[in-house]
């Protein structure tokens, strides 16, 4: 009878330890669940397409110096955050083309020059943008009105530091 016992109590033992794993890993996914949720949560932020963001050349563009096709490179200006996190950091490489070009010119008229905006560069994505800035350089009118043979505009000219501002183009996950 003892030995009955025995083996009956050790039966119980074992399907209590069994019970009490069985808990142990219902208690351990349960606590991965939420980490999952988090997880796919992250990664399912989405900045929409047509974001506005503010961009600033990292060199001097002139109507002098470029042309029709140039690449040119900007930085973002501000982190573009939504609901407190950072979709698109701060200085984040943007790049552009020359879209359209004149120089300066007899009888008052000033370069101009229009930046297309590409695409930016995400933690090491690119995501396509659209937009255009022009910039045109000031005429000189009224001394062309006395000299017009002598008189030029002068040329466009982009600083660092001067804003533009450019859309995202597509969906960008965060």
Known sequence: MKIILKVGALALA???????????QT??????APAVATASA????????STLIS???LQEISSKRVAVGQKVEFAVVNDITE??????????????????KT???????SGKFEVTFNKVNVRGH???MRGMHRQEGKGNTV???????????????MQPGQFAEAFTAEPIPY
């Open 14 to 24: 074992c399907a209590g330890a069994s019970a009490f794993a069985q808990e142990a």
């Open 27 to 32: 208690v351990q996914a349960a606590a991965a």
């Open 42 to 49: 992250a990664q399912s932020r989405i900045l929409a397409p």
């Open 55 to 57: 961009v600033t050349p």
């Open 83 to 100: 609901n407190g996190v950072v979709a698109i950091p701060r200085g984040s490489q943007v790049e552009g083309t020359i879209s359209f």
């Open 103 to 109: 120089g300066k010119a007899v009888g008052g008229k």
């Open 126 to 128: 690119d995501y396509a």
């Open 143 to 157: 001394a062309a009105v006395f000299a017009t043979w002598l008189v030029s505009g002068r040329s466009a000219v």
